[in-house]
């Protein structure tokens, strides 16, 4: 899918989805993602269907919230643009497989490191312009180092999947939570100068918004 900008899993539930002739038809109440050493977007399940049209094109159940793949996303601005018509929609339907990771549970999981020591959770998933994901972290030992250099409000901490061994009833580490606190500090304090001018120059603008940053500097946003 082509992107006006970064932007992460939260934002995209917020905005419309609009098929091809540029009518809106709901939005994604979940996304699901596939992983194999870096997260991949499989497919998205779509809500909030209001019209007549639409409901009867893929004949659904009240109960029931259709399934596609996310290659039906041609781009996302404002807007999530489909590359399909309503009508088109019902031959599109798919399911959700064993193998998917849906992101609504994905929020949900602990980040252990390589001992079994929590050491925050998950948070967020961010799409860069370039085409990568990336994990955002938060709780736990995450958060005390943001609060402890003041950073909280302006930062949100990725952790690069070359460090993540697994993700399934919990997301594991490759490396140690002294090995995480000790990058964390590093990576925090290098960057904190210019973490607060860049905030203080959105805030002029009104654009305030948070900084990537990767917490063992093996990530550089796009």
């Known amino acids: 899918m082509e992107l006006s900008k970064s932007v992460c899993c939260k934002e995209i539930k917020k905005m419309a989805v609009m098929d091809t002739s540029g009518k809106k038809i709901g939005r994604i109440l979940d996304l699901t993602f596939t992983f194999d050493g870096t997260l991949k977007l499989a497919q998205f399940v779509l809500g909030g269907l209001r019209t007549e049209e639409l409901l009867e094109a893929i004949k659904l159940k009240p109960d029931e919230d259709p399934v596609f793949d996310s290659t039906l996303i041609k781009k996302v601005d404002d807007h999530i643009h489909l590359d399909t018509t309503t009508n088109s929609l ?9 193998d998917e990771i849906k992101f609504s549970e994905l929020q949900k999981l602990d980040i252990l490191d ?52 697994s993700i399934g009833d919990s997301i594991k580490l490759s490396v140690s939570k002294d090995e995480l606190d000790t990058s964390l500090e590093g990576v925090l304090k290098e960057r904190a100068l210019e973490i ?10 009104n654009r305030a918004k948070k900084q990537r940053v990767g917490a063992f500097g093996l990530y550089t946003p796009t």
């Open 114 to 165: 390589k001992d079994n020591v929590k050491v925050g959770r998950a948070i967020d998933v961010d799409f860069e312009l370039d085409g990568r994901t990336a994990l955002i972290a938060g709780g736990g030992l995450i958060e005390e180092k943001l609060e402890a250099i003041g950073l909280k409000e302006d930062v949100d901490i990725i952790v690069p999947f070359e460090v993540i061994v």
């Open 90 to 98: 019902k031959a599109a339907q798919g399911a959700i497989s064993d």
């Open 196 to 205: 607060k001018k860049q905030r203080q120059a959105a805030e002029a603008h």
